[in-house]
Structures are given as structure tokens and as C-alpha cells.
Nanobody, 125 residues
């Protein structure tokens, strides 16, 4: 099994920054791609960004391009999401996810096999 634990959420003013971390443990070799999703109250979970463990290839949702950066630390089995220029509409619970497939271009929740418990990000206006 794989365990994913997120941290780094919190309350920030619009225009501010936060960095989320996700530490993977267990059978991490079974995962090829890591992603971040988010879910706001009353809305469906949506894709934010993904990264390949092997070559660092990335993919972003249009809503966060140019503001968010996903990165990984293979040695530490950690994935990060640097979020800059945050907006109130970025408020959501952010989930780390892992998938056994290699492509970063799958952007739906069912494409991912493992999930963290989520961390709350609140952006005040």
C-alpha cells in the first residue's frame, strides 16, 4: 500500500503564497505520477497539477498556470505545490494523489490510485 500525507495548508491573504508538501511512504515504486487536486465546498474535485517521478514532466490546469509550480524530491519521496498570487477562488481542500500510470495528462480523479487526507487552503480577500 501507499500512504500520502499532505501538509502546509492554512489561511493567507489574496496575493500571498503557500507551499504544500506531500510525503509518500509504503510501496512508492508502484507510483509513476503524482498530482494535486482540490475541492471547494459544493463543487466537484478538480485537477490542479501533476508531475512525473522519473523525468519531472509537468501538467497544470489552466486556472493555475503561471501561479502554481509542482516539483518533486525523489530522495525524500516528497512532492510540493508552490502556490503564488493566491486568489479567493483558490480556497479549497487540496489533495495529493498518486497513480500507477506514467502519463501526467490524465486529469480526472478516477485516474489516480492513491489519495491523501487533504489539507485546507483558505484565501481571504
Amino acid at each position: 500500500q501507499v500512504q500520502l500525507v499532505e501538509s502546509g495548508g492554512g489561511l493567507v491573504q489574496a496575493g500571498g503564497s503557500l507551499r504544500l508538501s506531500c510525503v509518500a511512504s509504503g510501496r512508492t515504486l508502484s507510483m509513476y505520477t503524482m498530482g494535486w487536486f482540490r475541492q471547494a465546498p459544493g463543487k466537484e474535485r478538480e485537477f490542479v497539477a501533476a508531475i512525473s517521478w522519473s523525468d519531472g514532466r509537468t501538467n497544470y490546469a489552466d486556472s493555475v498556470k503561471g501561479r502554481f509550480t509542482i516539483s518533486r524530491d525523489n530522495a525524500g519521496n516528497t512532492v510540493y505545490l508552490q502556490m503564488n498570487t493566491l486568489k479567493p477562488e483558490d480556497t479549497a481542500v487540496y489533495y495529493c494523489a498518486g497513480r500507477r500510470g506514467a502519463s501526467v495528462y490524465y486529469t480526472t480523479s478516477p485516474a489516480y490510485d492513491y489519495w491523501g487526507q487533504g489539507t485546507q487552503v483558505t484565501v481571504s480577500s
